[in-house]
């Protein structure tokens, strides 16, 4: 971006709301991130939260979809201007523990700490950005889903070649669910089977879940109807997740984030069986997309 654009940008009224929620989103990033400036063993940078800046990006991308100006660069300016936080507590980190440094890591510490937070600014407006840009894509599709398919769009071939990871998660997700609660305890291979088949389930459960929310909101011709809907795609998984959640949290258990991800793997397997049957009971059957 030269400098004749960034002025531009900085008078531009279109991208005044974007400016807003990053300037918003300073306080909140603050306080959250306020907590290490007193913990030991932090000299350079730090860590901020980045629950702000993600709920900020998806604010900017649901308020900028189908706009004139583009989600991305409006999750770009969100983020540019939330990184302010960003700024101050890596600069406060390192200012509260130079008196407790040798010269020759305060030095170390001056030098460094431009290095970091430049670091830190542009991870805050990639978090922003990627988040305005997935939140648009989310929102036009729900938008359009009853609207007449368009010939020229390239939704069909889209869903041709991710539509694949659904009959494969399908036939994966026992296999690998067995392998955990049944080899995982017994060690030796019987854990190294269980880890890989978690490593290829993980991304492929992603991909099935892209997968099934593209197929429930691709437009269809009027009069038709595709099920599972999109309410029982992204439905049926979190509640899945959240259902095995409170139950771990009722039991007093540990590591109940963890033990949802098992809802969530069920919850979307069940969908994918249903997905593929109503599919093949239209006469439907999986091609690789040409």
């Given at each position: 971006?030269?400098?004749?654009?960034?002025r531009?940008?900085?008078?531009?009224e279109?991208?005044?709301?974007?400016?807003?929620?990053?300037?918003a989103s300073?306080?909140?990033?603050?306080a959250l991130?306020?907590?290490?400036?007193?913990?030991?063993g932090?000299?350079?940078?730090?860590?901020?939260s980045?629950?702000?800046?993600?709920?900020?990006?998806?604010?900017?991308?649901?308020?900028?979809?189908?706009r004139?100006t583009?989600s991305?660069r409006?999750?770009?300016?969100t983020?540019?201007?939330?990184?302010?936080?960003?700024?101050?507590?890596?600069?406060a980190?390192?200012i509260?523990?130079?008196e407790?440094?040798?010269?020759?890591?305060?030095?170390?510490?001056?030098?460094?700490t431009?290095?970091?937070?430049?670091?830190?600014?542009?991870?805050?407006?990639?978090?922003?950005?990627v988040?305005?840009m997935?939140t648009?894509?989310?929102?036009t599709?729900?938008?359009?889903?009853?609207?007449e398919?368009?010939?020229?769009?390239?939704?069909?071939?889209?869903?041709?070649?991710?539509?694949?990871?659904?009959?494969a998660?399908?036939?994966?997700?026992?296999?690998?669910?067995?392998?955990?609660?049944?080899?995982?305890?017994?060690?030796?291979?019987?854990?190294l089977?269980?880890?890989?088949?978690?490593f290829?389930?993980?991304p492929l459960s992603?991909v099935?879940?892209?997968?099934l929310?593209?197929?429930a909101?691709a437009?269809?011709p009027?009069?038709?109807?595709?099920?599972?809907?999109l309410?029982v795609?992204?439905?049926?998984?979190?509640a899945?997740?959240?259902?095995?959640y409170?139950a771990t949290?009722?039991?007093?258990?540990?590591?109940?984030?963890?033990?949802?991800?098992?809802?969530?793997?069920?919850g979307?397997?069940?969908?994918?069986?249903?997905?593929?049957?109503?599919?093949?009971?239209?006469g439907e059957?999986?091609?690789?997309a040409?």
């Amino acid at each position: 971006m030269s400098l004749q654009e960034f002025r531009a940008s900085l008078t531009d009224e279109s991208l005044r709301f974007a400016v807003l929620v990053g300037l918003a989103s300073i306080p909140f990033t603050l306080a959250l991130s306020w907590n290490p400036l007193a913990e030991e063993g932090i000299t350079i940078g730090g860590s901020v939260s980045g629950e702000p800046l993600l709920l900020a990006g998806v604010v900017v991308g649901y308020r900028y979809s189908e706009r004139a100006t583009e989600s991305r660069r409006a999750g770009f300016w969100t983020g540019l201007v939330g990184s302010i936080a960003t700024v101050i507590v890596f600069t406060a980190n390192t200012i509260t523990t130079l008196e407790s440094m040798s010269s020759r890591m305060t030095v170390l510490a001056v030098a460094l700490t431009p290095v970091f937070v430049a670091v830190g600014v542009g991870f805050t407006v990639v978090i922003t950005t990627v988040a305005a840009m997935i939140t648009d894509w989310v929102t036009t599709r729900v938008a359009r889903a009853g609207s007449e398919p368009d010939p020229q769009e390239a939704d069909r071939r889209t869903a041709g070649s991710l539509r694949l990871a659904i009959p494969a998660y399908s036939l994966l997700t026992p296999i690998v669910l067995l392998c955990v609660f049944w080899l995982l305890p017994d060690g030796g291979v019987g854990l190294l089977v269980s880890v890989l088949g978690l490593f290829v389930l993980a991304p492929l459960s992603v991909v099935a879940f892209v997968a099934l929310f593209i197929e429930a909101t691709a437009p269809q011709p009027e009069g038709t109807d595709r099920f599972p809907g999109l309410r029982v795609c992204v439905g049926v998984p979190v509640a899945g997740y959240a259902l095995v959640y409170l139950a771990t949290e009722f039991h007093a258990l540990e590591s109940a984030p963890r033990v949802g991800i098992y809802g969530f793997i069920v919850g979307l397997w069940i969908v994918s069986l249903v997905s593929l049957g109503d599919r093949y009971r239209d006469g439907e059957r999986y091609r690789s997309a040409t």
